[in-house]
């Protein structure tokens, strides 16, 4: 993809989100760098920006209608298009799995779920005008039944991300869906969509445990940001993983 490229990646001042937007704009991207809070997000993207790299900060709580909103129209006032859409935001609330009620799962589901489905709604009239549109949406491993059914392992003792893996799992279905309804309209059917899991990356989501660097874990995103034709699934950096 060519310099005048513009992607935004939600979620990106820290972790993985704000390695994959590094790795975009090391790429030749104009990467807009989402963020919840403006001063971290101001912060990260000077970061990126005083190592040579194309990246402006961009304020957006994918829970709020108007900041989302509010960012869709700064990217149409400014680049009239968008070609790619990171959605990486996300919040993982641990809680034993027999202790939680569905009001504890509600803050899960407004960010990873219903926060994905409202950054897309807005942003995709500017989707729609770029000549190869590109979305990522970030899951997770513990999303996948594969893995959880796997008696015995990390993930199927996992207890305390209830709901986190009920929500990247339905992150997995509405990327299948959009992406049937995208190939099933010739005005979106340009539009690519896939989900990733970065794997087991030692975050703040995890209190520092994983076993993979953020650098790592941003791959997956980079790759089917910038590259590939398949649209409808689910990724990591090495590949096809089951869902």
Known sequence: MSAETIALVTGANK??????????AER???????????ER??????????????????????TDDASVNDAAALVERDYGRLDVLV????????????????DDMRPEFETNVFGLVRVIHAMLPLLRRS????????????????????????????????????????VNMLTVKYANAFLDDPELAHIK??????GYVATDL????????TEEGA?????????????????????????
Do not use: C
């Open 131 to 170: 000549r190869s549109a590109r979305i990522v949406n970030v899951a997770s491993d513990s999303a996948m039944f594969a893995k959880t059914t796997e008696k015995g392992s990390m993930f199927a003792r996992s207890h305390e991300s209830f709901a986190y893996s009920a929500t990247k799992t339905a």
């Open 41 to 62: 997000g101001a912060s990260a993207a000077k970061e990126l920006a005083e190592d040579g790299l194309s990246v402006r900060p961009v304020r957006i709580d994918i």
């Open 193 to 198: 969509i896939n989900s990733v899991t970065p």
């Open 219 to 243: 791959r997956a995103s980079v790759h089917w940001a910038t590259a590939g034709a398949e649209t409808g699934g689910f990724f990591d950096d090495e590949g096809r993983v089951a869902w």
């Open 87 to 102: 959605n990486n935001a996300g919040m993982l609330i641990r809680k034993p799995a027999v202790e939680v009620t569905a």
């Open 28 to 38: 030749g991207l104009t990467v807009l760098l989402g963020s919840r809070d403006a």
């Open 15 to 24: 972790g993985v989100g704000l390695a994959t937007a590094r790795q975009l």
């Open 206 to 213: 995890n209190n520092f445990n994983g076993v993979r660097t």
